[in-house]
């Protein structure tokens, strides 16, 4: 053991108070024997740094006196949805454009040059869902920098030589979106579990040459509001001076939204349980089962995610790390994932690569291992286990005030309660095996499964004699084309 192996224990055992000790050197006689405090944690609470600013806006202040910064994220929650699928690529470059293409006082050189004349960065970016603005700033020139958030996202200059830059990155990468397995993973997946949608819908290389910078102008204007505008804010301020220099940031923001509706159009159902294969002459098979999970706010949401730490996202303490990485050498990784999702119903999944003629096998091992954990159960420990990891996670979500700011702001436009993150805790703690049993057995069903596979499908469709596999085990094998999850259709048709 190193001294500084020894002083680290012995400063744990302090800490602690209390451990078993070898004679005479306050030392634990193994690190087994050290005894941790009891975890303690209470998160910030929200209504300690919300105001209510002119027109209803909400903004969060959250004090920081360690550095002299001021750092800001605004969020407008509202749908930028486009109405056709030919909006695509228009509305997206519009959206890099915005900062990169300048302002109309400012082009962009002039823009860069003084944003980095006093180290200070600013972005903006249309979503699917909300749009944003960041500032992070010294604090003796945040104030007036303010004045620049308003312009970049209301008066963009749509500079044509920046144009001509982003243009032809937009247009590498989607001659590049299939070059990786994940990549093919992730737009397939997105088909199978939500179809064709304005969210997922992708532009075509045909729709993007022909694009120019009038033809994003009709764009201008689009994604920023005080309607449903919230601000976080975190630094080095006086409060009353902040609110005064925000008001007047407000008041240059319109009332209501250009282009896109209110609501979301509705998502279609996901495609049938069974197997898609997405032939790709990739060197390993890439899996995705996927089925239908929760829309946040659900009571089953935490139930899930306690489920699947002990099922496959727990890391080396999870069932299928243990069986499918550790047991069976498949795969280096494996993991499941319960979706997080505001404004759709999202997904339970469990993801994983392995080599293309075990992939038939790896499938077999983890539905195996999903019907065992239905039929049997988890045990005290892993509950614990997953309890312990869950809640002691929480204050790596507040480890700077700017991400506190940000999780604030991020709040209100989600309508969480004042009381989530108390609430989160209490709601880990108090959870039984049974909740946490049935909502696994009610989402991570065997026969709900959609098992995307992406690699050469004739190697993937040969049985794994030794282990008894074959993909056509588990339902039925449909052929997956880039064809198929690139189809789009407009809304209501």
């Given at each position: 053991?190193t001294?500084?192996?020894?002083?680290?224990?012995?400063?744990?055992?302090?800490?602690?108070?209390?451990?078993?000790?070898?004679?005479g050197?306050?030392?634990?006689?193994?690190?087994?024997k050290?005894?941790?405090?009891?975890?303690?944690?209470?998160?910030?609470?929200?209504?300690?740094?919300?105001?209510?600013l002119?027109?209803?806006?909400?903004?969060?202040?959250?004090?920081?006196?360690?550095?002299?910064?001021?750092?800001?994220?605004?969020?407008?929650?509202?749908?930028?949805?486009?109405?056709?699928?030919?909006?695509?690529?228009?509305l997206?470059?519009?959206?890099?454009?915005?900062k990169?293409?300048?302002?109309?006082?400012?082009?962009?050189?002039?823009?860069?040059?003084?944003?980095?004349?006093?180290?200070?960065?600013?972005?903006?970016?249309?979503?699917?869902?909300?749009?944003?603005?960041?500032?992070?700033?010294?604090?003796?020139d945040?104030?007036?920098?303010?004045?620049?958030?308003?312009?970049?996202?209301?008066?963009?200059?749509?500079?044509?030589?920046?144009?001509?830059v982003?243009?032809?990155?937009?247009?590498?990468n989607?001659?590049?979106?299939?070059?990786?397995p994940?990549?093919?993973?992730?737009?397939?997946?997105?088909?199978?579990?939500?179809?064709?949608?304005?969210?997922?819908?992708?532009?075509?290389?045909k729709?993007?040459?022909?694009?120019?910078?009038?033809?994003?102008?009709?764009?201008?204007?689009?994604?920023?509001?005080?309607?449903?505008?919230v601000?976080?804010?975190a630094?080095?301020?006086n409060r009353?001076?902040?609110?005064?220099?925000?008001?007047k940031?407000?008041?240059?923001?319109?009332?209501?939204y250009?282009?896109?509706?209110?609501?979301?159009?509705?998502?279609?159902?996901p495609?049938?349980?069974?197997?898609?294969?997405?032939?790709?002459?990739?060197?390993?098979?890439?899996?995705?089962m996927?089925?239908?999970?929760?829309?946040?706010?659900?009571?089953?949401?935490?139930?899930?995610?306690?489920?699947?730490?002990?099922?496959?996202?727990?890391?080396?303490?999870?069932?299928?790390?243990?069986?499918?990485?550790?047991?069976?050498?498949?795969?280096?990784?494996i993991?499941s994932?319960?979706?997080?999702?505001?404004?759709?119903?999202?997904?339970?999944?469990?993801?994983?690569?392995?080599?293309?003629?075990?992939?038939a096998?790896?499938?077999k091992?983890?539905?195996?291992?999903?019907?065992?954990?239905?039929?049997?159960?988890?045990?005290?420990?892993?509950?614990?286990?997953?309890?312990?990891?869950?809640?002691?996670?929480?204050?790596?979500?507040?480890?700077?005030?700017?991400s506190?700011?940000?999780?604030?702001?991020?709040?209100?436009?989600?309508?969480?309660?004042?009381?989530?993150?108390?609430?989160?805790?209490?709601?880990?703690?108090?959870?039984?095996?049974?909740?946490?049993?049935?909502?696994?057995?009610?989402?991570?069903?065997?026969?709900?499964?959609?098992?995307?596979?992406?690699?050469?499908?004739?190697?993937?469709m040969?049985?794994?004699?030794?282990?008894?596999?074959a993909?056509?085990?588990?339902?039925?094998?449909?052929?997956?084309?880039?064809?198929?999850?690139?189809?789009?259709?407009?809304?209501?048709?």
């Open positions: 053991m001294i500084q192996t020894l002083a680290l224990a012995a400063a744990v055992s302090l800490a602690a108070g209390k451990t078993a000790t070898t004679p050197n306050g030392i634990p006689e193994h690190y087994s050290i005894v941790y405090p009891d975890f303690t944690y209470k998160p910030p609470y929200p209504k300690d740094y919300r105001v209510v002119d027109r209803g806006v909400v903004a969060y202040l959250i004090p920081d006196t360690t550095l002299a910064l001021i750092q800001m994220t605004i969020l407008f929650g509202h749908p930028n949805l486009p109405a056709k699928p030919a909006d695509v690529a228009s997206n470059l519009y959206s890099s454009m915005l990169t293409g300048g302002t109309i006082r400012f082009t962009p050189e002039q823009l860069e040059d003084s944003l980095e004349f006093v180290a200070a960065s600013l972005g903006a970016g249309i979503g699917d869902f909300q749009s944003e603005l960041g500032l992070d700033a010294l604090k003796k945040a104030y007036a920098l303010y004045d620049l958030m308003p312009e970049v996202a209301l008066q963009p200059r749509l500079d044509p030589e920046v144009f001509k982003q243009k032809k990155g937009y247009l590498e989607l001659h590049h979106r299939y070059d990786t994940n990549g093919v993973m992730g737009i397939a997946y997105e088909h199978v579990m939500y179809g064709s949608h304005p969210s997922n819908w992708m532009a075509t290389e729709e993007v040459e022909p694009l120019s910078t009038a033809k994003l102008k009709p764009w201008i204007g689009t994604g920023y509001s005080v309607k449903n505008m601000i976080g804010v630094g080095q301020f009353d001076e902040m609110i005064a220099h925000l008001n940031l407000i008041a240059k923001f319109p009332e209501t250009k282009n896109g509706g209110d609501s979301i159009p509705p998502y279609r159902g495609d049938s349980a069974g197997v898609y294969i997405v032939d790709k002459q990739f060197t390993q098979a890439t899996i995705k996927g089925a239908p999970g929760v829309k946040r706010p659900d009571p089953d949401y935490y139930r899930l995610v306690v489920a699947s730490y002990v099922f496959g996202d727990g890391g080396f303490t999870s069932r299928l790390m243990e069986k499918v990485r550790s047991n069976e050498g498949l795969a280096y990784g993991d994932d319960v979706g997080s999702d505001y404004y759709r119903r999202s997904t339970v999944s469990v993801s994983l690569q392995t080599k293309v003629e075990t992939g096998y790896a499938v091992l983890v539905l195996a291992e999903m019907r065992r954990m239905a039929k049997d159960g988890i045990t005290d420990v892993e509950l614990q286990r997953a309890k312990d990891g869950l809640i002691k996670s929480l204050p790596a979500l507040f480890d700077t005030p700017s506190t700011a940000h999780i604030f702001a991020q709040g209100e436009i989600w309508k969480r309660s004042p009381e989530h993150y108390l609430e989160y805790i209490d709601t880990i703690n108090k959870m039984t095996k049974a909740e946490v049993e049935t909502a696994f057995r009610k989402y991570f069903n065997p026969d709900s499964m959609r098992i995307l596979v992406v690699g050469p499908k004739d190697q993937l040969k049985p794994d004699e030794r282990n008894q596999a993909l056509s085990q588990f339902g039925p094998v449909r052929d997956l084309t880039t064809q198929d999850i690139e189809a789009r259709k407009a809304q209501g048709k």
